[in-house]
């Protein structure tokens, strides 16, 4: 009976030695399984870290490009940023920052001022650019009214007017992904070429913008004054480059008698006292028609396609073609000038 109790004990001895075996290992494999997931865990957030690190540095690096590229922005010249930017390469790594197709015909960069400022826009405007039929530039307008602050915070947001699809704004997924690959950014199998935007199918996205801003200063980069803070001997200073001085010297006048309140007011004084055309982009640049430090809005000529220039009031489809024609042959002081479509003959 003691034998067969001794043997009780020794099973049960040797049941609790297996139990405590099997319990360190699966407390062993949990522990391990938990350094792994940390491991894992902090490796994915340690990349992520860098990934964010090198998105910033990229942007740094393109900022410093158009930085350096101001002047030529004064003047309204094509800006020029290459496909990819080397942050860095140590051990066997590179990191590289790529600029994606942001418009049509495989451009990285676009000139936001260069749209129609849909916040900014009338229906006649939007509806002139031929996108869209009046009704729809009513419903948009209507909708941008309704909303905080009577403005949109998005291009995208114009879909949610009805009758206005993801297609309309942005293209067709094919076209879009053909732009891609012609551009060097897709190399994969089986994506079909979408091929260029039909004439009369043009993506809302390419025409307008929302929010448009430009910093109100003049060509050489020092403000531009408000017209009713204009001295007479900013003025003087400005007329000094007139051709015609008996004109300047009636302008001068002109203005110390009546004063000015606009550019527009400037403008009729000029033409009443017949200053030469070519003379008034100087004097036209020494004004801001809006107080402030930016103006809102504004389409940039220099910058502008087709359809964003038939939203311009008066501009017809053969002066707005003429007009994206002409620009690329002018030169840089030519081109800086407000009044190239007046000078050039395209505009009276």
């Not at 902090?42 to 690096?61: C, D, L, P």
């Not at 996108?131 to 909303?147: C, G, K, P, Y």
């Not at 001295?231 to 015609?244: F, G, I, S, V």
């Amino acid at each position: 009976m003691k034998r067969n109790e001794g043997g009780i004990r020794r099973g049960f001895v040797i049941v609790a030695v297996f139990a405590i075996v099997g319990i360190s290992l699966l407390i062993a494999t949990s522990v391990i399984f938990m350094v792994q997931t940390q491991a894992v865990s902090e490796r994915v957030s340690t990349e992520s870290i860098q990934a964010r690190a090198m998105a910033k540095s990229g942007i740094r690096v393109v900022m410093t490009q158009l930085e350096n590229q101001r002047s030529a922005m004064l003047k309204g010249q094509a800006l020029k940023l290459e496909k990819q930017y080397t942050l860095y390469e140590h051990d066997g790594r590179t990191a590289v920052v790529r600029l994606l197709v942001v418009g049509r015909n495989g451009t990285r960069w676009v000139s936001e001022s260069g749209k129609v400022d849909v916040n900014f826009s009338t229906a006649e405007g939007l509806a002139r650019t031929g996108l869209m039929h009046e009704s729809m530039a009513d419903a948009i307008l209507a909708e941008r009214d309704a909303r905080p602050g009577r403005m949109f915070s998005s291009i995208n947001e114009l879909a949610d007017v009805t009758g206005v699809t993801d297609e309309m704004l942005h293209g067709a997924i094919d076209q879009r992904l053909g732009e891609l690959q012609r551009a060097g950014d897709m190399k994969e199998e089986g994506l079909q070429d979408g091929g260029d935007t039909p004439v009369g199918d043009e993506r809302w996205a390419d025409a307008l913008s929302i929010g448009t801003a430009e910093p109100v200063i003049r060509e050489d980069g020092s403000p531009r004054i408000e017209p009713g803070a204009i001295t007479q001997e900013e003025l003087d200073r400005a007329l000094e480059k007139c051709t015609n001085t008996d004109a300047a010297a009636k302008l001068a006048e002109l203005v110390k008698k009546q004063g000015l309140d606009s550019r527009k007011s400037l403008v009729m004084m000029m033409n009443e006292v017949e200053i030469p055309r070519e003379d008034w982009a100087g004097i036209l640049d020494l004004l801001t028609p809006t107080p402030g430090g930016f103006e809102f809005g504004k389409l940039d000529v220099d910058q502008a396609g087709e359809v964003a220039l038939l939203s311009l009031d008066g501009v017809t489809a053969e002066q707005a073609r003429r007009m994206v024609e002409v620009r690329d042959q002018l030169t840089d002081a030519e081109r800086a000038s407000m009044t190239w479509p007046l000078t050039s003959e395209i505009m009276t």
